[in-house]
């Protein structure tokens, strides 16, 4: 939006004033998430993200006396079984930065990031970590090309950020100064991380002068070999939003950013595919009833689309404003219900879509932060209702599924002792 394995132990507990069971999961060294096909694994068995986005982390916990509110916003979140989060791994620039100026560091940004990912790691959470913004925001794509012409380069725009080499440098130097960062509070070098389940390359990347994708493309497709070169253990995905290049553009709303949902996410060192999305944003002045059946379609194209590249699809962001629908959360909770079933639909038949996370998450007291788009689990409990009950849904599935999976090893080994055996036995016959 602008702006080693271990046992895990399972303790189902009760959320009171909701009355739904959830899983409690502790986690140390938990493994990497991985990609099988369509779906995500982790420890051999699938796993399902549902989750939220929440960019402040890095910046809140740069202030020891703010750290607080990062730690409160994990263990509510995990109260309601979500599980992972994502957040911003870059400020560039400006105002309490975490990069000041190409490869000069704030230790004590850093310091809030290696605080995240530790408390992170507390709360059994994975991370999504994105490395630089399409947006002015915290600096984003505009900065760099800034940089460089500070540096005396010939840019004209904020899409030479993806084609000048000094530009592409800076922004290499970034991705290798996050990866090979050691953790002051785990000890843990990010690339070393299993909390960290992906890196994105850019937050909804956009390159609005070349509509056909091809730079994009050939962006993509070379930071993620870098960042691959570097980084072995995590996957990767890209930070598309979902908008479709000429091949379909009719699934789009009536604008075009320069990106291509199917030909971007088939980049080799792209793991999965993500999708943004904002009706209330994309389709200005269309009513409710034309935002949701648009939703629809959008959800179910991207979910089939996914299956037919093979990858999975993460539905990193979505959301809507309840600043003009007063304080009911009526069209929000419908809108949330219809993300959460298609997901949960595809998931339970083993397909493309494998979770989602919601924009955005608050703690108590960062009223300021508040968007139009906020969901504070505390104060809005009929949602909340539906983001835990999304968590229980996909815990089934994953339970489900982890019998089969666990009995099939079984199966397997036995198997293997059966065939030593009679190999050992032919030995001595022989």
């Known amino acids: 939006m602008k702006l080693g394995f271990f046992l895990v132990f ?20 938990d493994g990497f998430v991985k990609v099988k096909g369509v779906q995500l694994m982790l420890n051999g068995s699938p796993y399902y993200a549902n989750g939220y986005n929440a960019y402040w982390l890095m910046y809140m916990a740069s202030d020891p006396s703010e750290r607080n509110k990062v730690s409160s916003a994990f263990q509510e979140a995990a109260n309601h079984g979500l599980n992972i989060a994502r957040t911003w ?62 540096q005396g380069q010939s840019v004209n725009s904020e899409d030479d950020f993806f084609t000048n080499p000094v530009v592409k440098g800076y922004y290499k130097n970034h991705i290798k100064s996050v990866l090979t960062r050691h953790n002051n509070f785990t000890g843990v070098v990010y690339k070393d991380d299993p909390t960290i389940m992906a ?17 994009v493309q050939a962006w993509i497709t070379e930071m993620a070999s870098y960042l691959k070169s570097i980084d072995g ?47 209330d944003q994309w389709l200005p002045g269309s009513s409710n009833e034309d935002q ?37 959360s009526t069209l929000r909770d419908e809108f949330f219900n219809m993300v959460y079933s298609a997901i949960y639909s595809s998931a339970s038949d083993s397909g493309a879509a494998v979770g989602g996370l919601f924009w955005q998450l608050l703690a108590e007291g960062m009223d300021s932060f508040r968007d139009g788009y906020e969901v504070p689990l505390d104060e809005s409990s009929s949602t909340a209702t539906l983001i835990a009950q999304e968590s229980e849904k996909l815990n089934r599935i994953r339970m489900k599924i982890f019998p089969r999976v666990k009995n099939s090893k079984q199966w397997n080994k036995a198997r293997e002792v059966r065939r030593s055996q009679w190999q050992g036995g032919a030995n001595e016959r022989n």
């Open 10 to 29: 399972l303790v189902l507990y009760m959320i009171p004033e909701q009355g739904i069971l959830l899983p409690q999961v502790e986690a140390d060294d």
């Open 89 to 150: 791994a870059f400020s560039d620039g400006g105002y309490k930065p975490l990069q000041y100026s190409p490869g000069s560091y704030n230790e004590d940004m850093f310091l809030g990031l290696d605080f995240v990912i530790s408390e992170a790691r507390r709360y059994g959470t994975k991370l999504v970590l994105s490395l630089v913004n399409n947006y002015d925001d915290f600096g984003g794509k505009k900065q760099y090309v800034d940089w460089a012409r500070s």
């Open 199 to 215: 890196w994105e390359l850019m937050n909804e990347i956009r390159c609005p002068s070349d509509q056909s994708g091809n730079t």
């Open 233 to 279: 253990n995590h996957l990767l995905e890209a930070g598309l939003e979902g908008f479709y290049g000429q091949s379909k553009q009719e699934s789009n709303p009536s604008f075009h950013v320069g990106t291509d949902f199917i030909a971007n996410n088939q980049s080799p060192g792209i793991d999965f595919a993500t999708v943004h999305s904002y009706p």
């Open 292 to 328: 949701i059946s648009f939703l629809g379609r959008w959800l179910s194209d991207h979910i089939q689309d996914a299956h037919n590249i093979q990858k999975p699809v993460l539905f990193a962001e979505f959301g809507v404003s309840t600043k003009n629908i007063s304080t009911d």
